[in-house]
C-alpha cells in the first residue's frame, strides 16, 4: 500500500539556520499539507497546497516558513531561519482528489533547534 | 471558531470492558468529523469518518448534530487498543480542507 515518506526522520540545528524537511506524498495525490505537534500539544494545521500553490495557510505559517514543489514527487518545508519554539514534530500529508478531505499522514520529522 | 474537544488526556479501562472517548466540536456549517489514531512508533491513521457510517476494528462512532459530538465507542476493549486517539474536524473555505485536531485522549487497556 502506498505511504507518504519524510525525510529526515530527526534533526538538530542550531537557531538562526535554515532546515528543509522533505516529502514525499502518495503518487497520485494532488493535495499537500503541513502540520506540526510541540510536544505535549495538539498537532495544528501549517500549510495546505494544491495546483502549485498555496490554498490555506494558519497563523503559525508566518514569512519565516516556505513551501515548495521542486518536482513531480517531493514537497517540501522551508524555515529559513529558525526558533527555539520551532522544535516539534513535523508532519506531512496528502489526499486525492476524490476523497480529498482524508488524508494520510507521513511518519514525520522531529525537529529539534537548539 | 473551528475547534474540538477531548476532555479526557488519558483513559484507562480494562480488557472486555467497554470504551468511549469523548469528543465535542464547535463549527458554524457541516463539517467532516474523523477519528484519527496513532499507535506506538506508528503514524497518524484514519480511524473512522462520520459519513461513512462504518465499524472499523470494533470502533463506533456516531455524529450527534444537537450535542456537537463525536465519541467514539467499543462495547469490549482489546489490549491491541492501547494508542493516541485524535478526534478531528474537516472543514475550510480554501479548495484543499485543513483538519482541526482535538488534543488527543490516551487510551490504555489493561490486561
Known amino acids: 500500500e502506498p505511504e507518504v515518506t519524510q525525510t529526515p526522520s530527526h534533526q538538530v540545528t542550531q537557531m538562526g539556520q535554515e532546515v528543509i524537511l522533505r516529502c514525499v506524498p502518495i503518487?497520485?495525490?494532488?493535495?499537500f499539507y503541513w502540520y506540526r505537534q510541540i510536544l505535549g500539544q495538539k498537532v495544528e494545521f501549517l500549510v495546505s497546497?494544491?495546483?502549485?500553490?498555496?490554498?490555506?495557510k494558519s497563523e503559525i505559517f508566518d514569512d519565516q516558513f516556505s513551501v515548495e514543489r521542486p518536482d513531480g514527487s517531493n514537497f517540501t518545508l522551508k524555515i529559513r531561519s529558525t526558533k527555539l519554539e520551532d522544535s516539534a514534530m513535523y508532519f506531512c500529508a496528502s489526499s486525492d482528489s476524490e476523497e480529498q478531505e482524508t488524508q494520510y499522514f507521513g511518519p514525520g520529522t522531529r525537529l529539534l533547534v537548539l | 471558531a473551528q475547534r474540538v474537544t477531548q476532555p479526557e488526556k488519558l483513559l484507562s479501562v480494562f480488557k472486555g470492558a467497554p470504551v468511549e472517548l469523548k469528543c465535542n466540536y464547535s463549527?458554524?456549517?457541516?463539517?467532516?468529523l474523523f477519528w484519527y489514531v496513532q499507535y506506538s512508533r506508528q503514524r497518524l491513521q484514519l480511524l473512522l469518518r462520520h459519513i461513512s457510517r462504518e465499524s472499523i476494528k470494533g470502533f463506533t462512532a456516531d455524529l450527534n448534530k444537537g450535542e456537537t459530538s463525536f465519541h467514539l465507542k467499543k462495547p469490549f476493549a482489546q489490549e491491541e487498543d492501547s494508542a493516541m486517539y485524535y478526534c478531528a474536524l474537516s472543514g475550510s473555505t480554501s479548495s484543499a480542507s485543513k483538519i482541526i485536531f482535538g488534543s488527543g485522549t490516551r487510551l490504555s487497556i489493561r490486561p
Open positions: 497546497f494544491y495546483n502549485n500553490e498555496i490554498s490555506e
Open positions: 503518487s497520485n495525490h494532488l493535495y
Open positions: 463549527y458554524s456549517g457541516s463539517p467532516e
